[in-house]
T-cell receptor, first 111, second 114 residues
């Protein structure tokens, strides 16, 4: 069993839809949780960072961490075609050097 | 300010050949990382360097060596390339303060081993 599980999709939604992306994990020592966005043939870029449990909001993006269920989510409101990319969850235990990534979910937002 | 740069962008090797992938960052970060990305596998950590002069193994270190040349540069070497090392390689550097974690990735090197 992988330490981090992420549904690879692909996921296709119409413009304006709410998108929900999820990951589960098995290592209870993980404290740092991140979401990255990766456009085709580019390096990943950090979208959201959460330390320990709770919610974090940044514009149209909301990240949630439920450590009791070992489950993290990323919500995208009012999705745009420019949001079409692969979304990767990542997490690590202190001191945050050995980061583990999910396989990535490919999202397409259709105009 | 170029961020994280990687060379080369693309390379084809024959089995058994060696090569070094170069990475440099101009953000004065202490930590640097090498990952490989394969379809359906996500990113997997090969080696990292928490500070100048130190290196540590990640999840998949076999077949690779690294050198932290100075604070800016972190190279990855394949001594005897194998087809299983065909992948996209990403270098990253990390800035960390107690309330925010930021890891910056380079554009990647696509490696094909025949």
């Amino acid at each position: 069993q992988k330490e981090v599980e992420q549904d690879p999709g692909p996921l296709s939604v119409p413009e304006g839809a709410i998108v929900s992306l999820n990951c589960t994990y098995s290592n209870s020592a993980f404290q740092y949780f991140m979401w990255y966005r990766q456009y085709s043939r580019k390096g990943p870029e950090l979208l959201m960072y959460t330390y320990s449990s709770g919610n974090k909001e940044d514009g149209r993006f909301t990240a949630q961490v439920d450590k009791s269920s070992k489950y993290i989510s990323l919500f995208i409101r009012d999705s745009q075609p420019s949001d079409s990319a692969t979304y990767l969850c990542a997490m690590s235990a202190p001191p945050a050097n050995d980061m583990r990534f999910g396989a990535g979910t490919r999202l397409t937002v259709k105009p | 300010n170029a961020g994280v740069t990687q060379t080369p962008k693309f390379q084809v090797l024959k089995t058994g050949q060696s090569m070094t992938l170069q990475c440099a960052q101009d953000m004065n970060h202490n930590s640097m990382y090498w990952y490989r990305q394969d379809p359906g596998m996500g990113l997997r950590l090969i080696y990292y360097s928490a500070s100048e002069g130190t290196t540590d193994k990640g999840e998949v270190p076999n077949g690779y060596n690294v050198s932290r040349l100075n604070k800016r540069e972190f190279s990855l070497r394949l001594e005897s390339a194998a087809p299983s090392q065909t992948s996209v390689y990403f270098c990253a550097s990390r800035a960390s303060v107690w309330y925010q974690e930021t890891q910056y990735f380079g554009p990647g090197t696509r490696l094909l081993v025949l």
